[in-house]
């Protein structure tokens, strides 16, 4: 086990937070069957001295980074009123100083979306994202309603108020086994849905997941021969779409870190914060929000109501956390030849899979990490070998 960082070095988040990851409810109004979220009968909904307590301490302390996202997300975000997101908005902006740009993001699941959403859109700093699977008869198997119908032509609909009134949206597809049979399918119904980006998660073992259909053997090989075929069917479509997972291994390449990368995002204390309806809050992965550790318990990190966003230098659980945290990055750092990639991994995976941060390989680093990364490299050197430049995966990203 590693020693517990000098005192205070884990905590310089001054001019470090990127993401800012707001639960406004636990609810959701569908009933997916890879869902991970605990809570989500929970129809309570943030209060507004709660929002406002987090925006003023989050701003006084000068954590934000000059670019800072603001995520409504852990629950449907639609589901709370448009007039909620106003009065929030307006209180994270009051607090704000000028140099700092504030985005705000919704990640929905599209069935809610309608002309007054669009509207509401239109008149903010926002970006949205759907969450679709691919056509309705793979999107349906596992995106239902509480009474167990398919959701696909409601979520087509909300679609359709978006491209109606000319907002750009990204999408996520979440990839269980069946989606691996039908890569040609899946991208070209995203090709043609005109979405700007299509970003595949894969059926994840986290919080209350337990299970995936992409754990046991053979599903690797039929992974990398589904990414293969996507990247090629992607880079040589006339869609205007880009795909997350080949823009990040490019990006990791680009990066002037590369080769001496120190963790991620998810992995380093203070660039993610991420905040419950009730106030509890944590850093490090988003989905570690609600989530238990088995000898440790809540891993909630206090309360916005009467704690400090930063822990202080005594804060036992923190120290516990950041020090498991540290040690599994160590390990991946010295026993795999993809941590300039992925940067150690990301804590709510191994937790999920493993039971603890110490470990390294996961099922979802197996696949969303090496495997991936494989095969654009592999697309890339192929690419490389073309005659026409502009067939090349380089000049298309």
């Given at each position: 086990m590693l020693s517990p960082p000098p005192r205070g070095s884990a905590r310089n988040w001054r001019g470090r937070l990127q993401l800012l990851?707001?639960?406004?409810?636990?609810?959701?109004?569908?009933?997916?069957?890879?869902?991970?979220?605990?809570?989500?009968?929970?129809?309570?909904v943030m209060a507004s001295v709660t929002l406002e307590t987090l925006a003023r301490k989050v701003f006084a302390a000068d954590l934000p980074?000059?670019?800072?996202?603001?995520v409504w997300h852990a629950g449907e975000p639609l589901v709370v009123s448009t007039t909620w997101y106003e009065q929030a908005f307006a209180t994270i902006a009051r607090h704000c100083p000028l140099e700092i740009d504030v985005t705000h993001h919704f990640q929905t699941n599209g069935v809610l979306i309608d002309d007054r959403w669009c509207d509401f859109i239109q008149a903010h700093p926002v970006r949205i994202g759907v969450s679709i699977d691919g056509p309705g008869w793979l999107h349906d198997r596992h995106r239902r309603t509480r009474n167990g119908g398919g959701t696909h032509a409601r979520v087509m609909k909300g679609i359709d108020r978006l491209k109606a009134h000319s907002i750009p949206f990204h999408v996520i597809c979440v990839l269980t086994r069946e989606s691996l049979e039908h890569p040609d399918a899946i991208v070209d119904f995203f090709s043609d849905l005109g979405c700007s980006e299509l970003c595949f998660n894969i059926e994840e073992v986290e919080a209350d997941h337990h299970t995936s259909s992409l754990?046991?053997?053979?599903?690797?090989?039929?992974?990398?021969?589904f990414f293969d075929r996507a990247i090629d069917r992607s880079c040589n479509t006339s869609a205007a779409m880009r795909v997350r997972e080949i823009d990040g291994v490019l990006g990791a390449m680009r990066d002037p870190s590369f080769g001496n990368a120190r963790g991620n995002s998810q992995n380093e204390p203070g660039r993610i914060l991420s905040v419950a309806w009730d106030g509890s809050f944590n850093t490090y992965s988003p989905e570690l929000l609600g989530q238990r550790h088995p000898q440790w318990g809540t891993l909630s990190l206090g309360n916005v109501l009467h704690d400090d966003l930063v822990p202080a230098a005594d804060h036992l659980l923190f120290e516990r956390i950041d020090c498991e945290i540290r040690e599994g990055i160590e390990r991946c750092r010295a026993e795999c030849k993809y941590f300039d990639f992925c940067g150690g991994g990301a804590p709510a995976n191994k937790l999920g899979e493993r039971g603890h941060f110490a470990c390294t390989e996961t099922m979802y680093c197996r696949l969303t990490q090496k495997a991936v990364t494989d095969c654009v490299l592999s697309a890339l050197e192929r690419d490389l070998a073309v005659?026409?430049?502009?067939?090349r995966l380089l000049a298309a990203r």
């Amino acid at each position: 086990m590693l020693s517990p960082p000098p005192r205070g070095s884990a905590r310089n988040w001054r001019g470090r937070l990127q993401l800012l990851v707001v639960q406004p409810t636990p609810f959701c109004n569908l009933d997916c069957s890879y869902c991970y979220l605990p809570d989500r009968d929970n129809k309570k909904v943030m209060a507004s001295v709660t929002l406002e307590t987090l925006a003023r301490k989050v701003f006084a302390a000068d954590l934000p980074a000059r670019h800072l996202s603001v995520v409504w997300h852990a629950g449907e975000p639609l589901v709370v009123s448009t007039t909620w997101y106003e009065q929030a908005f307006a209180t994270i902006a009051r607090h704000c100083p000028l140099e700092i740009d504030v985005t705000h993001h919704f990640q929905t699941n599209g069935v809610l979306i309608d002309d007054r959403w669009c509207d509401f859109i239109q008149a903010h700093p926002v970006r949205i994202g759907v969450s679709i699977d691919g056509p309705g008869w793979l999107h349906d198997r596992h995106r239902r309603t509480r009474n167990g119908g398919g959701t696909h032509a409601r979520v087509m609909k909300g679609i359709d108020r978006l491209k109606a009134h000319s907002i750009p949206f990204h999408v996520i597809c979440v990839l269980t086994r069946e989606s691996l049979e039908h890569p040609d399918a899946i991208v070209d119904f995203f090709s043609d849905l005109g979405c700007s980006e299509l970003c595949f998660n894969i059926e994840e073992v986290e919080a209350d997941h337990h299970t995936s259909s992409l754990q046991g053997l053979g599903i690797e090989p039929a992974f990398r021969s589904f990414f293969d075929r996507a990247i090629d069917r992607s880079c040589n479509t006339s869609a205007a779409m880009r795909v997350r997972e080949i823009d990040g291994v490019l990006g990791a390449m680009r990066d002037p870190s590369f080769g001496n990368a120190r963790g991620n995002s998810q992995n380093e204390p203070g660039r993610i914060l991420s905040v419950a309806w009730d106030g509890s809050f944590n850093t490090y992965s988003p989905e570690l929000l609600g989530q238990r550790h088995p000898q440790w318990g809540t891993l909630s990190l206090g309360n916005v109501l009467h704690d400090d966003l930063v822990p202080a230098a005594d804060h036992l659980l923190f120290e516990r956390i950041d020090c498991e945290i540290r040690e599994g990055i160590e390990r991946c750092r010295a026993e795999c030849k993809y941590f300039d990639f992925c940067g150690g991994g990301a804590p709510a995976n191994k937790l999920g899979e493993r039971g603890h941060f110490a470990c390294t390989e996961t099922m979802y680093c197996r696949l969303t990490q090496k495997a991936v990364t494989d095969c654009v490299l592999s697309a890339l050197e192929r690419d490389l070998a073309v005659v026409d430049p502009s067939q090349r995966l380089l000049a298309a990203r």
